[in-house]
């Protein structure tokens, strides 16, 4: 399960919050656990996922989560850090989504949060 939370930081920026949830098995593809939405109803933007970091919990019951925005990506974020790129251009009054797919371990305990990260989304106009 994956679980996301979104609030601005006291300087501006955005701060996605995701928590996984162990239920292990085959890769679970999520089609959309977050919306990117631009209200700026005449111009563009430039928007990127970039891993930020562990909030709490660990890898060990992780092997990885991947996200795309819209068609883009993947980015890959293991116990390594993260490897790929998201990047999307996000139309005036458009939105795009963000899929991700995550693969728990098998030797999770199933229903226990076991790793929440930071993700930003970084936009430039």
Not at 23 to 48: A, M, R, W
Not at 62 to 75: A, D, E, H, M
Not at 85 to 100: D, H, K, Y
Request: with cysteine.
């Amino acid at each position: 399960l994956v679980t996301v939370e979104t609030s601005s930081a006291n300087d501006g920026t955005n701060r996605t919050v995701i928590t996984l949830t162990g239920f292990t098995g085959d890769p679970t593809h999520y089609d959309e656990v977050l919306k990117i939405c631009n209200k700026d109803t005449s111009k563009s933007y430039n928007v990127q996922l970039v891993y930020k970091q562990v909030l709490s919990g660990n890898w060990t019951y992780v092997q990885y989560l991947k996200l795309w925005l819209g068609s883009s990506g993947p980015i890959e974020i293991t116990s390594s850090g993260a490897t790929g790129t998201a990047t999307a251009t996000v139309g005036p009054g458009s939105c795009v989504s963000v899929p991700a797919e995550v693969l728990v371990k098998p030797n999770a305990t199933t229903g226990t949060e076991l790793i929440t990260i930071v993700v930003n989304v970084v936009s430039k106009g």
